[in-house]
């Protein structure tokens, strides 16, 4: 049996980012998998699991928690008619195909290069927002034919490999392609369920090495991290979403760029450091 000690920490610890996740995935619209990832990295490694797949339990973790919170988002955006369904199927197939060859990439690397692509990664994400514009746009339309068949397996795939859903790459490349704000971020849940079951499962079948591996795992999920994460981010985002109501988080927005750009920095700086 796991230390009694050791599996209290981990659960205060999840407690706590769940929490933290829930109320920025409601006040902000960003998705958990940006704030999880780096928080499950640096709690995993004070606990001392800092072995060569440490980052593949994050990623994995972090995934199996956009299954529920994606799905949950969906349907309620589906009820305000706000995905678009026709980007949402024509995307599917391509962004399931990414997410499968993402899990055997991650599966393939070490920890410490899952590390350097999770900061170079958050680096462009942060810097989108905290410089990008509504106004900026690459065209009038969404993707299709050959862009498409490219664009679709990208997001996937780099979704996965930062262990994210569909909102980090999915809003963007939808605004920027002029699809309305409240139907970028509404479909881009749905791209978040694509890409989340499929590499969730090839995970749960990864076998993870002793020290790399918190207490209660299975394959590359750890339980904890998955149930107190899903619980805290239920309860805590609708916290969020009233203070979205009661100030302007465009700022706010900005700000947690930033603060995404100095946690992408120290995720390369400990990559480098080994």
């Known amino acids: 049996m796991p230390d009694l000690t050791l599996t209290l920490e981990l659960l205060l610890f999840m407690v706590v980012i769940g929490g933290f996740a829930g109320v920025l995935a409601g006040l902000l619209g960003v998705g958990g998998g940006i704030v999880l990832v780096p928080a499950f990295f640096f709690t995993f490694q004070a606990l001392g699991y800092d072995g060569p797949q440490t980052m593949q339990v994050c990623l994995a973790t972090s995934l199996a928690t956009i299954i529920v919170t994606s799905l949950r988002s969906v349907v309620s955006h589906n009820r305000k008619g706000a995905v678009d369904w026709d980007i949402l199927k024509g995307w599917a197939p391509g962004i399931v195909i990414g997410a499968i060859i993402g899990v055997l990439a991650a599966s393939a690397l070490k920890s410490t290069s899952l ?24 065209a009038e339309a969404m993707p299709s034919g050959g862009k498409q068949y490219i664009y679709s397996p990208a997001v996937g795939f780099l979704s996965v490999l930062m262990g994210i859903g569909g909102g980090s790459f999915g809003v963007p490349l939808m605004s920027l392609h002029n699809v309305p704000i409240h139907r970028a971020v509404a479909t881009a849940a749905g791209f978040g369920v694509l890409i989340a079951v499929p590499s969730a499962v090839g995970f749960l079948l990864l076998t993870i090495e002793p020290g790399s591996r918190p207490p209660f795992t299975i394959g590359a999920v750890n339980l904890p991290g998955f149930l107190v994460v899903i619980a805290m981010t239920l309860l805590t985002a609708p916290l969020g979403v009233k203070l979205a109501h009661a100030m302007d988080p465009a700022p706010l927005k900005k700000l947690f760029g930033a603060f995404l750009i100095l946690v992408a920095l120290n995720m390369l700086r400990k990559a480098y450091m080994g």
């Open 115 to 138: 590390q350097v692509i999770f900061g170079v990664l958050a680096l462009v994400i942060g810097a989108y927002m905290t410089f990008g514009k509504r106004s900026w746009r690459l």
